[in-house]
């Protein structure tokens, strides 16, 4: 299913991001650096490893969502990205685009996102120097984060233990993906893209089916969302 929905996916470039992924962590902190984990990595962070489609296909890159009252506006985040080698896009330290880079064919982008608190929200929003889009439907994602706590290798730091990431919990995580399936499906908002909303459908199933906390759990965890 994810080889037809996705074709991009790969253990190698999942474990790729996530070294990523860990490298951030370590310098924003969690929970209260100001930001969550949104996107294919959290539900790859969220679920079971062997669900009812197998392990999680996981992702290719690192979305991350915002919070305007945490981040200080000084230094800039773009500052402290460049501090631990990211690289903006365009040489803009403004961007909500980023990359770390691999090997010299190789990179793991990295999108910086704000909530949209309802359709009538800005498109865009600035947040510590950072103009950071702000998709519609993730106006639940900074509420109630679950904190995932993982060792592993990180990028251009190697081996690290107990890395505390802040992750969007499972319901507005389901909101988010859902509004991207019928905007990518049906072209409300966003350009059709059919591959795309086959993942984000992919990715529901997953949390649907396999989150790690069991049902009893994401039904608890709805209502403590604000």
């Known amino acids: 299913m994810t080889e037809i929905a996705y074709p991009r996916y790969s253990r ?8 990523v992924l860990l490298r951030l962590a370590d310098e924003l902190g969690s929970p209260a650096g100001g930001y969550r984990v949104i996107g294919g990595m959290a539900v790859h962070l969220l679920c079971r490893e062997h669900g009812q489609l197998g392990p999680h296909v996981g992702t ?25 080698g990211l690289k903006p896009d365009d040489h803009n330290r403004r961007s909500m685009y980023w990359f ?11 999108d910086l996102l704000a ?12 947040v510590a120097g950072i103009r950071a889009w702000c998709p519609p439907g993730t106006g639940a994602v900074l509420d109630a ?16 233990r107990s890395v505390k990431i802040a992750v969007t919990s499972a319901p507005a995580l389901i909101m988010a993906k859902a509004r991207s399936f019928k905007d990518r499906a049906y072209g409300q908002g966003r350009p059709v893209d059919l591959p795309k909303a086959g993942k984000h459908a992919y990715d529901l199933f997953c949390l649907m089916t396999s989150y790690a906390g069991g049902p009893g759990t994401r039904v608890k965890d709805w209502g403590s969302l604000g």
């Open 100 to 110: 770390a880079e691999l090997e010299a064919d190789r990179k793991v982008p990295i």
């Open 115 to 126: 909530p949209k608190l309802s359709d009538q929200s800005p498109e865009f929003l600035e």
């Open 60 to 84: 290719f890159d690192v979305d991350l969502a915002l919070a305007a009252a945490v981040l200080p506006r000084e230094p800039g985040l773009g500052e402290r990205l460049e501090g631990i």
């Open 145 to 160: 984060p679950v904190q995932v706590v993982k060792d592993g290798t990180a990028w251009r730091s190697g081996a690290v």
């Open 12 to 19: 190698e470039v999942s474990d790729a991001s996530f070294s």
